[in-house]
């Protein structure tokens, strides 16, 4: 079911390798039997899934199947209702837990919540701050690095990512494409296992996404796990690993990305992907 | 107050009135208005130190989403919206040394009354900003790793501020006015200096009119500058 990564050609380090300080090692991500509902609506109707280290995933399918939902429950922005989520194989959420275990697993797991970075549609840059200040915030927070310091690894990150000429503007006088580039390099200063991509590309003007695409290309390829949230089938068929079909609340097909985008099985997924075509 | 200027009213209804500025522009008027402005200043200052302290607490249990807290804050703004400040003043004045023995100084009760009543008004005023804040703000915040505090301190708070700053100015010119009230318990602010002239020379027309513009030099500067920040921080 897992397929290991590191056969992708040509993998180098070119926007900022994780140089993981401890490995997670294969079960990077574990999610077991997951469940969650807002009201009566089920939005994850049990979820089984597996990720390895330096795997890209990307998730599709069509709005309201859950993708949005599973990785903000991996990120804690959400309680599961039942089922478990592990990182590295220890418990972050788990569902069947009373109040104390969860209190315990909160706590214990804290460490782990800057091993999971996530970029967000809508950027969700603090727009009282530069685009520096942006990044650096978390670095002294975080991971308690001078100001100094903190200053070289923003600006080193800025600068791979093009944004050389911006440091000190405000988020708000950058295109889309720039500032979505500046919360990709905000969540990757702290170093993080897995970044999280929720349709980064959705709300922007078309001709920025290629700009945001190739930040990410990049990342993958230099090792990073990964799991996109995307309607960018181009980008999941170049970059992904492995591809989830969802819909329900369920992963209904799943498979490489050729399999799933060319020739696939069920009949949902053949529904989705005329319809995205045919757009 | 309201007899001596009915008196006068009818009196100069046949429009011979002659002015007589130089009834109130004199040395005595003079240091009794300074001494008048000092009260009003001081009186207005420390309400709204005090006011947005308990305002900012007010928000904060307001927000606490946790049940006695949130009920009690309610309650507070609530009592304190509903009811006139004049009568909340007098209250405090006369209803607090029965009930609880202990007597204040006119200044004192006036502090507390409008500290009280501009804290309901800072509560409200600071719940709205912080809930202005878009809830993506605390995502991004928290997958970052950074704690509660933080988020509150560094995150929600400055934007939050920032955008009740035009209503804050609001506030301040209230309480400039409001500090008028205090005349009715003997503090000696400037619409009570006015008032015992008024008794003592007659020239109540000449005095109130000079009120009405000391109130208007000082309150209008902060108009404008609450306008101005409205402007300021409107974009986003």
């Not at chain 1, 140089?19 to 939005?43: M, N, W």
């Not at chain 1, 969540?187 to 190739?214: I, K, M, N, Q």
């Amino acid at each position: 079911m897992i397929k290991r990564p590191g056969d992708r050609a040509g993998r180098h380090v070119s926007v900022s390798s994780p140089t993981p300080e401890l490995s997670l090692g294969a079960r990077t991500i574990e999610l077991i039997g997951l469940r969650k509902s807002f009201g009566d609506k089920v939005v994850l109707d049990g979820i089984d899934l597996t990720v390895a280290e330096g795997e890209v995933l990307v998730l599709i399918g069509p709005s309201g199947s859950g993708k949005s939902t599973l990785l903000r429950c991996i990120a804690r922005l959400l309680q599961v209702d039942a089922g478990e989520i592990r990182i590295g194989g220890q418990a972050i959420q788990d569902g069947s837990a009373n109040w104390k275990r969860r209190l315990e697993i909160a706590r214990a797991s804290r460490p782990l919540r800057k091993e999971v970075g996530m970029v967000f549609q809508h950027f969700n840059l603090f727009p009282h701050k530069t685009v520096r200040q942006n990044v650096t915030m978390g670095l002294r927070l975080v991971r308690q690095m001078t100001r100094d310091e903190a200053d070289r690894t923003a600006v080193e990150l800025l600068t791979r990512m093009g944004l050389a000429d911006h440091l000190d503007k405000q988020p708000g006088q950058l295109s889309g494409g720039q500032q979505q580039r500046v919360a990709i390099a905000r969540a990757l200063a702290l170093r993080p296992h897995v970044l999280l991509f929720d349709e980064v590309t959705s709300a922007l003007d078309p001709e920025l996404v290629g700009e945001v695409l190739s930040v990410m290309r990049e990342l993958a390829v230099s090792g990073m796990t990964m799991l996109v949230v995307t309607h960018e089938m181009g980008f999941a068929r170049d970059v992904a690993d492995r591809v989830i079909m969802m819909d329900e609340g369920r992963i209904v097909e799943e498979g490489s990305p050729e399999e799933l985008l060319t020739r696939p099985k069920n009949a949902r997924t053949q529904q989705f992907l005329h319809r995205i075509v045919d757009r | 107050m309201s007899f001596e200027l009915h008196a006068s009213a009818a009196y100069l209804a046949s429009a011979s009135y002659v002015w007589d500025w130089g009834s109130v522009f004199n040395k005595d008027i003079g240091h009794l208005a300074l001494i008048g402005l000092k009260y009003t200043l001081e009186v207005c200052g420390l309400s709204f130190l005090i006011g947005s302290t308990i305002g900012m607490a007010v928000a904060g249990l307001r927000l606490s989403h946790t049940p006695p807290f949130t009920q009690i804050a309610y309650i507070y703004t609530d009592f304190f919206r509903t009811t006139p400040a004049l009568v909340q003043l007098i209250w405090v004045f006369y209803v607090v040394p029965v009930l609880f023995g202990i007597v204040l100084s006119p200044l004192v009760s006036g502090v507390v009354a409008l500290s009280l009543n501009a804290g309901a008004f800072f509560a409200e005023v600071f719940r709205g900003g912080i809930e202005s804040i878009p809830r993506g703000q605390w995502d991004a915040a928290y997958v970052l790793g950074y704690r509660r505090r933080s988020t509150l301190a560094r995150i929600i708070l400055p934007q939050g501020l920032r955008q009740a700053l035009p209503a804050t100015a609001n506030i301040f010119i209230s309480l400039l006015k409001d500090s008028s009230l205090l005349s009715v318990i003997a503090v000696h602010e400037i619409t009570y200096q006015a008032q015992t002239q008024a008794a003592q020379n007659f020239r109540p027309l000449e005095l109130y009119t000079a009120l009405a513009v000391a109130y208007f030099l000082l309150t209008y500067p902060l108009s404008l500058t609450s306008s101005w920040l409205e402007k300021r921080f409107r974009v986003h």
